[in-house]
């Protein structure tokens, strides 16, 4: 497989994952990129030796910005600063969302306006080649300065302290680690620590992959929604390509298309063609209207994510004015804040609780007999002596209630740190570790739907759905047996969340 070459400029989300999900791709600095970034670090060079006044190179950070550093008290500042930083509480990051924000950090580094030494992009890339991966504590990044305290921990690890994951998830100190995947322990110079720590890409790992997810979620959506359509004896007239082309959102034009080819060919569908009804309920005949903009909100957060993947989000900023005389201006700013990111953030949230909220409603139908046009009651045989779907809708219910709690947006809020210093903050970190739940919650709403609806479908035999809707159910059925009396269900759940995951649903209509 080619080595994957960072140079902070094209770095994709499916590289992301890529690399966060499986440590077979080598990630390097690319050629171009290290030139860059020697140069702007030359300029930071000029500035220490020249004991020129430069933020966080030759001062204190933060609210001690005015307090002059020098000398050997530089490499001590970079040190205090790391152990200072890293106080992060509560579960530790996944291994893939910490693979997933080093590689975004090496990538915004490698850009070449941080001013650090190539030897500190170098490190992070071998750490993620040789499988090196720091513990990092999920809370404390209030999104301001950036992920301060999750990205602390990943410095920590840089310079040999803190802790590292093992083999089979035990923690173990960072410094043996290190040593046993040959990788030599950091020592920090002037504004690598600052250029380490001051970020988005906590995150941003944890968004880019939730988004990825949630692509995968929305077109299993579609499939379960056409599928469901079919079973509950719906129309197809709603999904007409002229209703969508008057009201032209992409989002909308795409669902409405996946639910045609769900339904083209179903014995099911042609068999009631004639029987009268107009229109179905809004969880059938608006499936294209609220999928589709759960597609669009999609489409906006992968753009600001993708940029986002691409930017230069430390402070100050190194520009340079004269590449052969390591010239340059450090400029300080904000591009820290995280408010882009915890707008988009609480979006997805907010799209991924109405792609549960209308996948529940559906199930609901599918169990309830006044609703499921002629199906048994909760899909159960012997219905009364057996319960069915009885108690699957209601799991789904709650975990719907759960992300409506969970939809509430971090970044209205804002908290005062850092001595009135940072006094408006994004809250991005604590939009992304909720998105992470609403992603799960999803996920397992839609697994109880083909559950549900697989279940339903056998019911309508011999009749069957079409091509598609059919290998729908096969791939249900190949890790979840019909229920023909009341079973342990939680287990089959599990096995279809994860055939979800993997996206073997979503291709039906890729």
């Not at 719907?400 to 408006?424: C, L, M, Q, R």
């Amino acid at each position: 497989m080619n080595a994957l070459h960072i140079n902070g400029n094209d770095l994709t989300l499916e590289a992301v994952h890529e690399v966060a999900s499986e440590p077979r791709r080598a990630v390097l600095l690319a050629p171009d990129a290290r030139a860059a970034v020697n140069v702007a670090r030359s300029v930071v060079d000029e500035i220490v030796a020249g004991n020129k006044l430069a933020y966080a190179i030759t001062t204190g950070v933060g609210k001690l910005s005015d307090v002059r550093i020098a000398g050997e008290q530089i490499r001590e500042l970079q040190v205090n600063l790391v152990r200072s930083h890293a106080v992060g509480v509560g579960e530790p990051l996944s291994v893939r969302d910490t693979r997933a924000m080093m590689l975004l950090r090496a990538n915004s580094l490698a850009k070449g306006h941080s001013g650090v030494r190539a030897l500190v992009i170098d490190t992070l890339c071998e750490m993620l080649n040789r499988g090196v991966t720091p513990v990092v504590p999920s809370q404390g990044s209030v999104g301001a300065s950036g992920d301060l305290a999750p990205l602390a921990h990943l410095a920590l690890a840089l310079i040999g302290e803190g802790e590292c994951f093992g083999e089979n998830g035990a923690i173990v100190p960072s410094r043996e680690v290190l040593q046993r995947a040959q990788i030599k322990p950091l020592v920090l110079e002037a504004k690598e620590t600052i250029s380490l720590i001051n970020g988005t890409q906590a995150m941003l790992a944890v968004g880019a992959l939730a988004l990825l997810a949630a692509e995968t979620l929305v077109d299993t959506a579609d499939v379960l929604g056409g599928l469901c359509c079919d079973a509950l004896k719906g129309t197809d007239t709603a999904f007409d390509e002229r209703i969508h082309r008057a009201r032209p959102h992409r989002g909308q034009i795409k669902t409405a298309a996946n639910l045609r080819q769900m339904l083209e060919g179903s014995q099911i569908r042609e068999s009631h063609r004639e029987c009268g009804r107009v229109q179905d309920a809004y969880s059938l005949r608006c499936i294209p209207q609220v999928h589709g903009a759960v597609r669009d909100t999609l489409a906006h957060c992968r753009a600001v994510f993708e940029t986002e993947a691409n930017s230069a989000v430390d402070n100050p900023l190194v520009f340079i004015t004269d590449a052969k005389n390591s010239e340059g201006d450090v400029i300080s700013g904000g591009n820290f804040h995280g408010e882009p990111l915890a707008f988009a953030l609480d979006f997805l949230a907010i799209a991924l609780s109405a792609l549960a909220g209308i996948s529940e409603r559906r199930i609901e139908r599918l169990v309830n007999p006044a609703l499921s046009e002629g199906l048994p009651a909760f899909l159960a045989p012997d219905a009364g002596l057996n319960s069915g779907f009885m108690m699957p809708q209601v799991v789904a219910a709650a975990l719907v209630s759960e992300n409506k709690v969970y939809a509430h947006p971090a970044s209205v809020d804002s908290i005062t740190t850092s001595g009135n210093k940072e006094d408006f903050v994004s809250m991005g970190m604590t939009a992304a570790n909720k998105l992470k739940r609403i992603v799960d919650n999803t996920r397992n709403v839609l697994a109880i739907e083909a559950m549900a609806v697989a279940q339903a479908l056998d019911f309508l035999a011999p009749l069957k759905s079409s091509k598609r809707g059919q290998a729908v159910h096969a791939a249900i059925r190949s890790v979840c047996a019909t229920m023909d009396k009341d079973r342990v269900m939680y287990q089959d759940f599990a096995r279809i969340s994860q055939l979800i995951a993997s996206g073997k649903l979503a291709e039906i209509v890729r």
